[in-house]
């Protein structure tokens, strides 16, 4: 079996793969690349995430956990994930359908990240 923790005779350990576990599973990395990737070559989605919520008030369905560290990002957004939008039009008539999904933010208090319709976006590019 090959020795998944030594590629290029670098000295990190192998990852601890721990996902059979029924509370807790994980996959611990120790280098600077990603300890998972996960890829889809076609055109459906690369990874999904499904929890069925409860009647009150919970994390849903992700959980981001950064250690305390005021220039860490939660969260990266790669290639054309991001978009830069030069227009984004607030007016009612633009917003009808504007969303928000709820966050739960990490005092406790929940809060929310708006979702602009397609047609408040005037203006964008990668």
Not at 17 to 32: H, P
Not at 61 to 81: C, I, K, N, T, W
């Amino acid at each position: 079996m090959p020795d998944k923790g030594n590629k290029g005779g670098d000295n990190h350990m192998a990852n601890l793969i721990n996902l059979d576990a029924e509370v807790g599973a994980n996959m611990i990395g120790d280098d600077s690349e990603p300890t998972l990737t996960l890829s889809n070559s076609s055109t459906g989605s690369a990874l999904r995430l499904e929890k069925t919520p409860s009647a009150n008030a919970s994390i849903g369905v992700l959980e981001l956990g950064v250690g305390s560290v005021a220039s860490a990002a939660a969260m990266g957004l790669r290639s054309g994930a991001f978009v830069s939008a030069s227009t984004i039009n607030t007016t009612t008539a633009a917003v009808a359908g504007l969303g928000a999904i709820r966050v739960a933010r990490s005092d406790g208090t929940f809060g929310w990240i708006p979702v602009y319709p397609d047609g408040a976006v005037t203006a964008a590019a990668v």
